[in-house]
């Protein structure tokens, strides 16, 4: 997704507005991000700088880490960051996040492609009270009780099992 920055740096506009979707590449992420990622925000200018603001919206889906249902999921994010020429973004320290354009034009998928990455939930669950599979027969729990036997103890701790006795 490519910015054309010329009218912030004539200053014949403080801001630009955008608001479009677009497709990115996360082949390498386990999660499947369903395409395309909206992203909505503005460009402006401060006087002490060039910054964006915006928020990515987008769709995901995968299985669940206990029970490996499908499950899909929405997710809102912020992006911000300070936008500089290439050449001054490598020599600027900062804590916020710098943007490196390149004449007049700034082009946002890996940032986008970032933001993404690092707002993605590390564990998805179908449900906060999710049961998982039996780790003996497979069965998932959250469809019903399965018929295994439950007797089974710890070796460490089977000296234990006649102590009230």
Do not use: H
Not at 23 to 37: F, T
Not at 72 to 99: N, P
Not at 146 to 162: F, S
């Amino acid at each position: 997704m490519k910015l054309d920055l010329t009218e912030i740096f004539d200053n014949s506009v403080l801001c630009i507005e955008f608001d479009q979707s677009i497709e990115v590449d996360l082949s390498e992420v386990a999660n499947a991000v369903l395409n395309p990622v909206r992203v909505k925000g503005t460009v402006y200018n401060t006087g002490d700088g060039i910054f964006l603001d915006g928020t990515l919206y987008y769709c995901y889906k995968d299985n669940c880490a206990r029970c490996l249902t499908e499950v899909e999921g929405e997710i809102e994010t912020e992006i911000s960051g300070r936008i500089l020429e290439d050449e001054e973004s490598k020599l600027e320290e900062s804590d916020e996040k710098l943007i490196a354009y390149n004449k007049d034009e700034i082009t946002l998928d890996e940032v986008i492609a970032d933001a993404v990455l690092l707002s993605m939930p590390m564990r998805i669950l179908c449900g906060e009270d999710c049961k998982g599979l039996c780790p003996k027969c497979g069965k998932d729990l959250n469809q019903g009780k399965c018929e295994c036997q439950d007797d089974e103890v710890d070796p460490r701790l089977a000296k234990l099992r006649n102590f009230f006795e």
